[in-house]
């Protein structure tokens, strides 16, 4: 398919455990982004990269919380020592548009479930 | 106070009526987008504003700058359209999208 895909769709860890979340982009998008939705909330940022390089990483909850996109294409958010409240949706979109004063859509993937026990 | 509310939170629908719903926001914007999330789907974009009205089938979006107000209406709802709808804006001057809270939305048979 030619859209965004996530995996897995649903991951769940005990407490303590370290995760990696795998973000595909459609191909040619320049732009990236994390995620993150709490039960009955909208998402909130996480981080963006523009290619491979990450430019505002200033959502990041904790220094525990790590992204990486080393060939501009996809990605991986990775949890440390995860916790409970890590509990959440985990949401990626890409978006062709390089430019940060040019709004461009932004094309979702499923998102990957993360339950913390 | 959130920079981006929606109302309602939540709405059940006759198949056949109307449906508006409304965001509001207290940031400068360069574009406003109306979401929808389906329960265990991804997001998809319905809609991104800057100025004016979009109509799209039986979806409709407008927005007014000076009020910083927009509304996404549906018109003669259906079942398939119960899911919840997200309104985000993209600051000016920045790529980030700040998302509002959401409406879920049920049509009944």
């Known amino acids: 398919g030619a859209g965004v895909s996530q995996s897995p769709r649903y991951k769940v860890a005990k407490r303590g455990q370290d995760v990696a979340l795998r973000c595909d982009p459609i191909s040619g998008h320049v732009s990236l982004f994390w995620y993150q939705q709490a039960l009955g909330q909208g998402p909130e940022f996480l981080t963006y990269f523009q290619n491979e390089a990450q430019l505002d990483k200033s959502g990041l909850p904790s220094d525990r919380f790590f992204a990486e996109r080393p060939e501009g294409s996809v990605s991986t958010l990775k949890i440390q020592r995860t916790q409970q409240e890590d509990s959440a949706v985990y949401l990626c979109?890409?978006?062709?548009?390089?430019?940060?004063?040019?709004?461009?859509?932004?094309?979702f993937g499923p998102g990957t479930r993360l339950l913390v026990l | 106070k959130n920079e981006v509310e929606q109302s309602p939170q939540n709405l059940t629908a006759q198949e056949g009526e109307f449906i508006t719903i409304n965001c509001s926001y207290s940031v400068g914007i360069s574009a406003l987008h109306w979401l929808q999330q389906h329960p265990g789907g991804g997001i998809v974009s319905l809609f991104m504003l800057s100025s004016g009205k979009k109509k799209h089938g039986r979806l409709i979006a407008t927005i007014n700058i000076q009020e910083k107000h927009s509304s996404l209406h549906i018109t003669a709802s259906h079942p398939r359209d119960s899911a919840v709808y997200i309104c985000a804006v993209s600051t000016s001057g920045t790529y980030k999208y700040i998302f509002g809270t959401g409406t879920r939305l049920k049509v009944l048979a």
């Open positions: 979109a890409s978006s062709l548009m390089a430019l940060a004063a040019v709004p461009g859509a932004q094309y």
